[in-house]
């Protein structure tokens, strides 16, 4: 009996330890949210609010009527589509290579792809890369430096060293290449680790941010994370919101501010819905099984 009261007695606490920490974690996300749809005069009047009388869609009509922010969902929304799409391809096309035995020179192959992971170039010889290459100011100096992860390309080596060996001997046997049983056979078994991954890249490319301040200059291909950053540094918003375009004046900038973090947000956010039935048994990729 008195263990189980100190069982029961651990778990309660437990439970609300984490139910605190929980309702901390979230109330900033909370507020970010309630300030960006609360109405300006309210917000004028009264400042702090944890549940506004007035809501308004106002600051959200005045950052979506900044073409810069505009376009800057567009240029983030290329950068997790294509990057997302052409790092899965390499990343799954180096570990299928890797993972079949017979490949010539296959250990070199491994020991140089892990130095990757332990040793990194510099932010001085990528940019000398990148500049090199005539990619300065272009959209793909953000996604060809970063197109794949040498951890991620080991990972995703041991979920098809566990596919077994027979199911491409047999599709060998019915006239298959090795390409066409890679991408018939092998990927579509591969859909947990793809959509980890896939998961994983695409929030990176999302919140690109510190390759674009090195390699972008034009405001035109700037990313989301860099014209948020700008208009959370700048509360004038000299990104580009008018006031003439929705009938009234310039909502407060805190308001704006909130409102454009939501919008850099939740499109990521949505994201997980569609994967999570293949992300859990994904994440799993390269754990140890007993």
């Not at 390409?179 to 999302?206: E, H, T």
């Not at 860099?226 to 208009?231: D, I, K, Q, S, T």
Request: with cysteine.
């Amino acid at each position: 009996m008195r263990h189980q009261f100190s069982d029961r007695l651990f778990s309660g606490i437990n439970a609300a330890l984490l139910l605190i920490i929980s309702l901390i974690c979230m109330f900033p996300l909370y507020y970010v949210g309630v300030l960006s749809f609360t109405d300006p005069d309210e917000y004028i009047k009264s400042g702090v609010l944890l549940f506004p009388e007035k809501w308004s869609l106002v600051s959200y009509e005045f950052i979506l009527s900044s073409r810069s922010f505009v376009r800057s969902i567009g240029v983030s929304t290329f950068l997790a589509t294509a990057g997302t799409l052409l790092s899965l391809f390499v990343t799954a096309g180096i570990a299928y290579m890797l993972s079949r035995k017979r490949l010539p020179g296959r250990r070199l192959l491994m020991l140089m792809i892990l130095l990757t992971t332990l040793f990194q170039p510099g932010i001085i010889p990528a940019y000398l890369l990148v500049r090199e290459l005539g990619l300065i100011n272009s959209v793909w100096s953000l996604i060809i430096p970063v197109l794949s992860s040498g951890w991620y390309v080991l990972l995703m080596k041991g979920f098809f060293d566990g596919i077994p060996d027979e199911l491409e001997e047999a599709a060998a046997i019915d006239g298959c290449g090795d390409i066409r049983a890679w991408v018939r056979i092998i990927l579509p078994l591969s859909l947990p680790a793809m959509a980890a991954f896939g998961l994983f890249y695409a929030v990176a490319y999302w919140n690109t941010f510190f390759h674009a301040v090195l390699y972008i200059n034009d405001q035109d291909i700037m990313p989301l994370q860099v014209v948020l950053r700008n208009m959370l540094i700048d509360s004038s918003l000299s990104a580009g919101g008018s006031s003439a375009d929705i009938g009234y004046e310039q909502p407060p900038s805190e308001t704006i501010k909130m409102a454009a973090v939501v919008v850099a947000t939740v499109p990521i956010l949505l994201v997980y819905p569609f994967v999570q039935k293949h992300f859990a048994k994904g994440a799993m990729v390269g754990s140890v099984k007993g």
